[in-house]
């Protein structure tokens, strides 16, 4: 496989597997090539111990481009905030997703492996593993779910690359319109009223506050949000 012409990534925690995460965090990084077409430096590596090896995609902070809407923090500690939003929530929806540093600098490291599913138009379905990722999308604010970003493996979806997330203002941008306006369930509604996630290593203090505000504005509307009316509801390009 050639992978300094890889185009997507394609990147999950396997079902049913579990994940070494002090492989991720101590392992010795090895860099295999990079991602061509991706914004920001996304580099393909090999991770591994005296005991174990796998896949991950590394992002360091000093690969990544300023953005003009998110000038504070940077996109690989959102990345992890992300993921632990999604433990915290239970939803369980992420690939391990850790900050550590790596041969470019720190960066977040998040597991990966291949054999992903072909997305088609399944990202249309309301499936429960969809809706897990609308919700979790709902929290922490994503302003690019495009279908590139889901991962089919067998009987479960994740999601991927959340590096412009937790923005203070509203700025959903989606392709999972399909739950907007639904009641959430006692179950969700029990998991946002639970939710506790100190992102305090992760995200600026504005940041956090429009978390919570969130969080409270979710649980007092108990709906999933509507499309926004003076921002782009779906990302461009939305694959």
Not at 20 to 39: C, F, K, T
Not at 172 to 201: H, M, Y
Request: aromatic content about 10%.
């Amino acid at each position: 496989v050639d992978y300094l012409s890889i185009a997507m990534v394609i990147y999950v925690r396997e079902p049913m597997v579990t994940v070494d995460s002090s492989l991720l965090q101590s392992g010795e990084i090895e860099v295999v090539g990079r991602l061509v077409h991706a914004s920001n430096a996304s580099l393909f590596c090999r991770i591994r111990n005296s005991e174990n090896e796998c896949h991950a995609i590394y992002k360091p902070i000093a690969g990544e481009r300023p953005l003009w809407d998110f000038p504070d923090g940077n996109l690989a500690s959102r990345e992890v905030a992300t993921y632990l939003a999604s433990e915290t929530l239970d939803l369980n929806c992420v690939p391990l997703t850790i900050l550590r540093e790596g041969p470019f600098g720190l960066g977040s490291v998040q597991y990966w492996i291949d054999d992903v599913e072909d997305v088609g138009e399944r990202y249309s379905d309301r499936s429960a593993g969809l809706r897990k990722i609308a919700l979790l999308d709902a929290v922490v604010n994503n302003t690019d779910r495009k279908i590139g970003h889901l991962l089919y493996k067998g009987d479960q979806i994740f999601g991927c690359d959340h590096g412009v997330t937790f923005h203070q203002e509203y700025k959903l941008r989606t392709v999972i319109w399909q739950f907007a306006g639904l009641p959430f369930s006692s179950e969700e509604i029990s998991k946002l009223e639970n939710f506790n996630c100190d992102l305090s290593n992760y995200l600026t203090e504005s940041e956090i506050a429009a978390l919570d505000d969130r969080v409270a504005n979710l649980l007092h509307e108990g709906t999933f949000p509507m499309p926004p009316t003076d921002w782009p509801a779906i990302p461009w390009p939305p694959v």
